[in-house]
Nanobody
Framework: VQLQASGGGLVQAGGSLRLSCVAD????????MGWFRQAPGKEREFVAA????????RYADSVKGRFIISRDNTKNTAYLQMDSLESEDTAVYYC??????????????????WGQGTQVTVSS
């Protein structure tokens, strides 16, 4: 599974960005998808996740009410809509796929395929 993340950039605090993650292959609808981020000097952390059908979502407390994860299985794409961005959201954002058949998880180590990352910088 190859994942390609895009949509990062520089935005002012309070602004919005939408990240996209495109997967190759024809089995995208079988994967739970997640977004994670890593700020300089910090460990990679969970941001949001969505189940195969899109019916279940999970969010980190720090982004609840500001970020929305979604997916379009016809386009092999997962999205992360980020609103009301804060300087603390500055990080490299990664999308990841869990290709097993477990329920959607927030645990980083359980995602077995990762995209290359896209930089999000929020200026205050």
């Amino acid at each position: 599974v190859q994942l390609q993340a895009s949509g990062g950039g520089l935005v002012q605090a309070g602004g919005s960005l939408r990240l996209s993650c495109v997967a190759d292959g024809r089995t995208f609808s079988r994967y739970n998808m997640g977004w994670f981020r890593q700020a300089p000097g910090k460990e990679r952390e969970f941001v949001a996740a969505i189940s195969r059908s899109g019916g279940t979502t999970r969010y980190a407390d720090s982004v609840k009410g500001r970020f929305i994860i979604s997916r379009d299985n016809t386009k092999n794409t997962a999205y992360l809509q980020m609103d009301s961005l804060e300087s603390e959201d500055t990080a490299v954002y990664y999308c990841a796929a869990d290709t097993t058949f477990r329920p959607v998880t927030t645990t980083t180590r359980l995602y077995n395929y990762w995209g290359q990352g896209t930089q999000v910088t929020v200026s205050s």
